[in-house]
T-cell receptor, first 114, second 114 residues
Framework: GENVEQHPSTLSVQEGDSAVIKCTYS??????FPWYKQELGKRPQLIID?????GEKKDQRIAVTLNKTAKHFSLHITETQPEDSAVYFC?????????????FGKGTHLIIQP | NAGVTQTPKFQVLKTGQSMTLQCAQD?????MSWYRQDPGMGLRLIHY???????DQGEVPNGYNVSRSTTEDFPLRLLSAAPSQTSVYFC?????????????FGPGTRLLVL
């Protein structure tokens, strides 16, 4: 099955700086890569996603890039703010006909230092 | 729309007890799934369903049963709880289909097995 590796496990940045979280996946058939943000005690919420026919996608301060050849994708957050502090999870589609099951990375705890 | 709802929010069980975690969605989504979240492990897929009457196993199915008698409901059953099943359980749903879709998560159920 799919395997998703996520790095780093913890990332501390100064407010206003950029943060980058990287993920690699193993199944070249995977074609959907969402990123979720989870605040303490809350449910994971989708913040951005990318499909395999696109190399980059932006939404205000957040961007995701995908390199299909190298099988890795990254989350970029610019001009970080205190409310960006959370755990971020990358995911890739679970291989299987018609199934939307996601394989998640183990998460990155992003800490924004004031 | 209420989105994805889960009950109960918290539960304490003794080893060997059984219980059912409830999940419901009012978005007419075909695809529903159950994940468990453990510290440092991300979210792992337990079981999923691509429509009423159809279920399949995910990454960590042992010790759990599911059924899908209606589009709206997808309960998760623990037949004989074990301490290793102490976790936070999230239900998710999406429209499903060949084109991968955003998955929406419920608020979670915290389960402690003594």
């Amino acid at each position: 099955g799919e395997n998703v590796e996520q790095h780093p496990s913890t990332l501390s940045v100064q407010e206003g700086d950029s943060a980058v979280i990287k993920c690699t996946y193993s199944d070249s058939a995977s074609n959907y890569f969402p990123w979720y943000k989870q605040e303490l005690g809350k449910r994971p919420q989708l913040i951005i996603d990318i499909r395999s026919n696109v190399g980059e996608k932006k939404d205000q301060r957040i961007a995701v890039t995908l390199n299909k050849t190298a099988k890795h994708f990254s989350l970029h957050i610019t001009e970080t703010q205190p409310e960006d502090s959370a755990v971020y999870f990358c995911a890739a589609t679970f291989p299987g006909g018609g199934a939307d099951g996601l394989t998640f990375g183990k998460g990155t705890h992003l800490i924004i230092q004031p | 729309n209420a989105g994805v709802t889960q009950t109960p929010k918290f539960q304490v069980l003794k080893t060997g007890q059984s219980m059912t975690l409830q999940c419901a969605q009012d978005m007419n989504h075909e695809y529903m799934s159950w994940y468990r979240q453990d510290p440092g492990m991300g979210l792992r897929l337990i079981h999923y369903s691509v429509g009423a009457g159809i279920t399949d196993q995910g990454e960590v199915p042992n010790g759990y049963n599911v059924s899908r008698s209606t589009t709206e409901d997808f309960p998760l059953r623990l037949l004989s709880a074990a301490p290793s099943q102490t976790s936070v359980y999230f239900c998710a749903s999406s429209r499903g289909g060949a084109i991968k879709e955003t998955q929406y998560f419920g608020p979670g159920t915290r389960l402690l097995v003594l």
